[in-house]
T-cell receptor
Framework: KQEVTQIPAALSVPEGENLVLNCSFTDSAIYNLQWFRQDPGKGLTSLLLIQSSQREQTSGRLNASLDKSSGRSTLYIAASQPGDSATYLCAVRPVTTDSWGKLQFGAGTQVVVTP | EAQVTQNPRYLITVTGKKLTVTCSQNMNHEYMSWYRQDPGLGLRQIYYSMNVEVTDKGDVPEGYKVSRKEKRNFPLILESPSPNQTSLYFC???????????????FGNGTRLTVT
């Protein structure tokens, strides 16, 4: 069974520093990997989706890389701001015979950006 | 506005009293799914639906039921709630997309359920 791990569970950085968030998964057979942001009391907001054939995706200050062979994805957030404080989750869509509908989430990394 | 709407946002109930949490999306998405989120366990998938009248179990389906009679609605039913179902529940939807699954998920704002 696919397992998704995010380390560290929590991270605090001063404003302006770059953020590096890690996501690892045990089975490289995936359709895609998605990064989400969750604010307290709110649902999840999709940040970036990387298809299995892609190496990275970029949106503004965000860049996500995917290395399927090593089972790793990294989310980079450049020049962090206090508004980036949130919990960041990754999720993979594993490949099995009927599993397009299944999605495995990591437990998330809680980020605090201090002014 | 494109959105996934869950109701209610907060619900307190007692053990054994049947309840339904509604989920509706206005984006004509084929795929819908329910998750529960618990501290230290992350999000776990309960049920999902690939289209109308097509549903399947996720990782933690015990104690839950779903139905998909219309494309826009995907209610979650707890026939006999128990305290271990106290959790934060999320509904999500997306286009079915290609087999590579390149359609991002859209989430509702969540339903916080407490079963006493």
């Amino acid at each position: 069974k696919q397992e998704v791990t995010q380390i560290p569970a929590a991270l605090s950085v001063p404003e302006g520093e770059n953020l590096v968030l890690n996501c690892s998964f045990t089975d490289s057979a995936i359709y895609n990997l998605q990064w989400f942001r969750q604010d307290p009391g709110k649902g999840l907001t999709s940040l970036l989706l990387i298809q299995s054939s892609q190496r990275e995706q970029t949106s503004g200050r965000l860049n996500a890389s995917l290395d399927k062979s090593s089972g790793r994805s990294t989310l980079y957030i450049a020049a962090s701001q206090p508004g980036d404080s949130a919990t960041y989750l990754c999720a993979v869509r594993p490949v099995t015979t009927d599993s397009w509908g299944k999605l495995q989430f990591g437990a998330g990394t809680q980020v605090v950006v201090t002014p | 506005e494109a959105q996934v709407t869950q109701n209610p946002r907060y619900l307190i109930t007692v053990t054994g009293k049947k309840l339904t949490v509604t989920c509706s999306q206005n984006m004509n998405h084929e795929y819908m799914s329910w998750y529960r989120q618990d501290p230290g366990l992350g999000l776990r998938q309960i049920y999902y639906s690939m289209n109308v009248e097509v549903t399947d179990k996720g990782d933690v389906p015990e104690g839950y039921k779903v139905s998909r009679k219309e494309k826009r609605n995907f209610p979650l039913i707890l026939e006999s709630p128990s305290p271990n179902q106290t959790s934060l529940y999320f509904c999500a939807s997306s286009l079915r997309g290609s087999h590579s699954g390149n359609s991002p998920l859209h989430f509702g704002n969540g339903t916080r359920l407490t079963v006493t």
